[in-house]
């Protein structure tokens, strides 16, 4: 029987376990976290379980659809009509769909128009390869305009990226635009959704799945090093000391982890491994009792309010009855001042900013708030990602390694993790 040992226990490490358990191999999977889920673990906020970082589902999303019916989990998803909006000059402003961008007061009409062909555009386009060497920035002017890219995305990308946003490719950001464009019910309306009981109810029936087909699985236990032998991958120490033989080894795991994880590699992938570049994130979840907008997703375009945005998670997936769910994303390369900032200042500092928002939020609608932490939460794709990524099946034999930035021009997405961590395993189980 092939033996597999998966690192990470995210949606991708999850996924190469149940496929590989289902394929008959003899599997184990290896988690640094107490918790499986990864990015897509769940907390508690008084007493409601929700993802420490928002997740939607969108309509392209097909192999998580298809995952959750193996599961046994085919009436999982609800779909939910949903609204963005832009907060700027102070006042909200809807946005994302024909009549909003008519009514849009921000932008000379030559814009508007520029802007709406652009987009709609990009929801019909199959791929991106003729806008790959260029970067957001770029494609953006070019197709829709300076007053465009400087009035809708100037600020959201330099309080996302910091230092990197003239690096962000355009086929990335093309792709998250085709996303979310092609999720919708008519070209009028939106549309977004989650599982049922969230992604923790994926989670669990992956765990589930995968120790009912004899699947062991070590949580707690990070993997300190990949074994090999002659250039064949032997197994995988774990942290504690153990030692796991293994045929074939799957890391999931965030890939500027990989250089210290498997120093066996040759020196020019490691130096590969090392040059991606990622930005972290602090997200702040408050549960408040008084609704801020009636809208999923509001980006702040504001030079005194210090946040790209709010989501207003309660407005796809009413978790907590009357409460309003927001999540309040923080992300910056760690190198920011405000990464090492208190949980309770960036509580309050997210509570100031939803005021802003909405003015009759106070302290006292506050029920309860939490942060979550990611160091590698999210890759920075350059123009031409590709060729500076090394090859998932690696030259040492029997290895695969990925993580979310090799399904680019994708971004990071449960969905995404799922098929490619089915890929991995159905390779390895030959
Ligand atoms: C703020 C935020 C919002 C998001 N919103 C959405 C959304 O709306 N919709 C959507 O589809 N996706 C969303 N995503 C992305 C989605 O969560 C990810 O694409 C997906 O969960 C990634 O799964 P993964 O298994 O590839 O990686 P991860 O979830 O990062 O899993 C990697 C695992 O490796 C473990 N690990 C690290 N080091 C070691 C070690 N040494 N040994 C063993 N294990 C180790 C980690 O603890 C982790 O569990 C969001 C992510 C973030 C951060």
Known sequence: MTRIVI??????????????????????????????GGMAAHLDLAGVSIERFYHFVCKSDAP????????????????VPT??????????????????????????????????????????QNDFASIERLTARQWIEVGSGREVYETLWKRLLGLKFYEHA?????????????????????????????????????????????????????????????????????????????DVAADHVISTVPTPLIPRLVPDLP????????????????CVLLRLRRRVTP?????????????????EFSNLRPAAGEDAIVYVPYYMPVTQPRWSWSDEELIAESLACIARVNPAITRADLVEAR???????????GPNFLDTLPPVRTPITGLQ??????????????????????????????
Not at 10 to 29: C, D, F, K, S
């Open 7 to 36: 690192l990470g226990a995210g949606a991708m490490g999850l996924a190469a376990a149940q496929r590989a358990v289902t394929l008959g191999a003899e599997v184990e999977l290896i988690e640094a976290d107490r918790e499986p």
């Open 64 to 79: 998580t659809f298809a995952l959750l019916r193996e599961l046994g989990l085919p009436d999982a998803m609800r779909w």
């Open 83 to 124: 609204s963005m909006a832009y907060f700027m000059r102070g006042g909200l402003h809807r946005w994302g769909d024909p009549l909003s961008l008519l009514r849009f007061p921000h932008l000379s009409w030559t814009a508007k128009f520029r802007t709406g062909l652009q987009m709609f555009l990009t929801t019909r």
């Open 166 to 242: 003239d690096h962000v490719s355009a086929s990335w950001i093309a792709t998250r635009v085709r996303r979310i464009g092609r999720s919708r019910r008519s070209i009028f309306q939106e549309e977004l959704g989650y599982i049922e009981g969230g992604s923790q109810t994926l989670v669990d029936a992956l765990m589930q799945d995968i120790t009912a087909k004899g699947g062991r699985v070590a949580l707690g236990e990070p993997a300190a090093q990949v074994l090999t032998e002659d250039g064949r991958v032997t197994g995988v120490r774990t942290a504690a000391g153990r």
């Open 267 to 282: 020196e020019a992938l490691l130096a590969q491994y090392a040059a991606i570049e990622n930005i972290g994130v602090c």
């Open 295 to 311: 809208h999923f997703w509001v980006n702040i375009v504001d030079d005194e309010i210090p946040i790209p945005g709010i989501i």
């Open 371 to 381: 942060v979550g932490r990611l160091r590698h939460a999210q890759p920075v794709c």
């Open 401 to 430: 390694i990925a993580d979310t930035c090799f399904y680019y021009p994708e971004d990071r997405g449960i969905a995404e993790s799922v098929r490619l961590g089915r890929e991995m395993a159905e390779h390895a189980c030959g």
